[in-house]
C-alpha cells in the first residue's frame, strides 16, 4: 500500500488548507482511514478518523469544530478540510490505514503510513 499526502504549506491563524492522501496498491473502500500529525519533539497524535463507508467520523478534541475529514472510494482518497488553523496545528501530517473498518486512535491500529505534509501556521 502507498499513501501519498499533499497539501501542506505556511498559512496565517484563522487561515484554511486541505490536505489529501491517494492510496494505491489495494482497494481502500474497505479500511478506515486516519490522519494523525507530529509536532517537532513531540509524539505523533490521533488527528481524525474515517470508517470505510464515511459513514463514522472521529476527531481529537482540540480539533473538533473545525476539521472535516471526507473520503471518496471510488477515486482512493482522503481529504482533511482544516479551517480556523491555530500555530499549535503546526506539525508534519500523516494519513494512515490499516485491518480495520472502523475507526481507530491508536497509532498501534494501522499499519501503512504516508511519508507526512508538513503544516505551518504563523500567528
Known amino acids: 500500500v502507498q499513501l501519498v499526502e499533499s497539501g501542506g504549506g505556511l498559512v496565517q491563524a484563522g487561515d484554511s488548507l486541505t490536505l489529501s492522501c491517494a492510496a494505491s496498491g489495494r482497494t481502500m473502500g474497505y479500511y478506515a482511514m486516519g490522519w494523525f500529525r507530529q509536532a517537532p519533539g513531540k509524539d505523533r497524535d490521533f488527528v481524525s478518523a474515517i470508517s470505510w463507508s464515511g459513514r463514522n467520523t472521529d476527531y481529537a478534541d482540540s480539533v473538533k469544530g473545525r476539521f472535516t475529514i471526507s473520503r471518496d472510494n471510488a477515486e482512493n482518497t482522503v481529504t482533511l478540510q482544516m479551517n480556523s488553523l491555530k500555530p499549535e496545528d503546526t506539525a508534519v501530517y500523516y494519513c494512515?490505514?490499516?485491518?480495520?473498518?472502523?475507526?481507530?486512535?491508536?497509532?498501534?491500529?494501522?499499519?501503512?503510513w504516508g511519508q507526512g505534509t508538513q503544516v505551518t501556521v504563523s500567528s
Open positions: 494512515a490505514t490499516g485491518s480495520s473498518a472502523d475507526t481507530r486512535r491508536s497509532l498501534r491500529a494501522y499499519s501503512d
